[in-house]
């Protein structure tokens, strides 16, 4: 069995470069669509005890929006990527017109999801594709599905995920920045076990 | 009044006239022990259903069937009946109905079927339940009134039960 608490340094560099290359690719990707500039602050892999993964998101009951897809085939996981609820409605507002967007503060139009799950589509579409190139493993990722919800309930899906191999969940983390509208997003990859060791065997590092 | 929080795959004991709080459970559940005689609450926030078999189980509260029972012993040992003891169970969302369905997916319920399961098998009643869903839930006990306050922030709501 892959050891996640015992990882090594050569695997954790491995995997920063592997975020740096799958977020710059997604990054570019964004900023061609809203036309305006995202940035990225540092991408990390981290090693994080569950008790303190809310803290990443605000505390367990900052009102959050996730997108989350499942990849497949040779890599297997999630990638989720979580708003805070204000940002996830200025955001979608921000490639739909005012018209169609709902008044700050109400519920999210129908139209303001589907250009949210859009977002997600076209972020973590360039994110895999260049994953996939760099490693030669194929990935398939499945339409996103949005939920606005407190993020101690979203980021369950992370610790059940690990729950059972220890008392930490390893990821994959990019924050995002829309510095024109102060948008933060958080970007995580979250490969289950079995595909950890497959991408470590696959760049001959294990 | 102290107000105590359970944290991730924690327990905490708790006695009048104080409170237990756990946040953001998702499709983690949260089980209320409580003894109505020496009014002592015990709250356990349970990540997963089952312990894996043959391997060390270094924090039980993980884990529905290994935390309950361990929850159960604490607080007999500080001075709970367990013939007088009442549960009440709350959580196990299933928060993504994504068409990529798998294990990790359906956890929610996992982890309801198991604490019902354990907890009959301790012969401990479910006085009541707020399970299942699609939303995530904060929750907070009074060892005073032993009621069940839920809240949730996706549609915004609170009751008790």
Redesign the interface.
């Known amino acids: 069995m892959f050891d996640i608490c015992n990882i090594k340094k050569n695997e954790l560099d491995f995997f920063q470069e592997l975020e740096n290359i799958g977020a710059s690719h997604a990054a570019t990707a964004l900023s061609v669509m809203l036309g305006r500039t995202i940035s990225l602050r540092v991408p990390c892999v981290q090693f994080c005890e569950?008790?303190k993964i809310?803290d990443i998101l605000k505390?367990?009951?900052n009102?959050v929006a996730?997108l989350?897809?499942?990849i497949?085939d040779d890599l297997n996981g999630f990638i989720l990527l979580v708003l805070d609820n204000d940002d996830a409605y200025n955001l979608s507002g921000s490639v739909i017109s005012d018209i169609e967007a709902g008044a700050p503060g109400s519920d999210f139009s129908e139209l303001q999801t589907s250009a949210l799950k859009e977002i997600a589509n076209i972020l973590i579409g360039s994110y895999i594709t260049a994953i996939s190139s760099l490693t030669g493993l194929k990935m398939n990722a499945?339409?996103p599905?949005l939920?606005?919800?407190?993020?101690?309930?979203?980021?369950?899906?992370l610790?059940?995920?690990y729950?059972?191999y220890g008392?930490a969940v390893l990821f994959l983390e990019t924050e995002f920045v829309d510095e024109a509208q102060s948008i933060f997003g958080h970007f995580f990859l979250i490969p289950d076990v079995n595909s950890y060791k497959i991408l470590i065997e696959k760049m001959g590092i294990g | 009044m102290k107000i105590f929080t359970v944290?991730?795959?924690?327990m905490k004991i708790a006695k009048l006239p104080d409170k237990l709080v756990t946040?953001?459970?998702?499709?983690?559940v949260g089980v209320v022990l409580y003894d109505s005689i020496s009014r002592m609450g015990g709250m356990i926030h349970i990540?997963?259903p089952s312990a894996?078999k043959n391997a060390p189980v270094?924090?039980k509260s993980?884990f529905a069937d290994t935390g309950i029972v361990e929850l159960i012993r604490l607080m007999t040992l500080s001075g709970a009946v367990r013939s007088k003891m009442f549960a009440k169970v709350t959580g196990g969302?299933h928060?993504?109905?994504?068409?990529?369905n798998?294990n990790?997916m359906n956890?929610g319920k996992c982890n309801v079927d198991m604490c019902m399961k354990v907890l009959e098998e301790n012969a401990i009643v479910v006085k009541s339940e707020d399970t299942g869903g699609?939303?995530?839930?904060?929750i907070e006990f009074c060892c005073e009134t032993s009621m069940l306050q839920i809240r949730t922030?996706?549609p915004r709501s609170v009751r008790l039960i």
């Not at chain 1, 939920?147 to 899906?157: Q, T």
């Not at chain 2, 944290?7 to 924690?10: N, R, V």
């Open positions: 569950y008790k809310c505390g367990p009951e009102l996730g989350l897809v499942g497949s499945s339409v599905e939920v606005i919800d407190m993020a101690g309930a979203i980021m369950n899906l610790t059940s995920a729950g059972e008392d | 944290g991730i795959a924690e946040l953001g459970l998702g499709s983690c990540m997963l894996p270094p924090n993980k969302a928060m993504f109905n994504t068409s990529y798998t990790i956890v699609n939303c995530g839930r904060s922030v996706s």
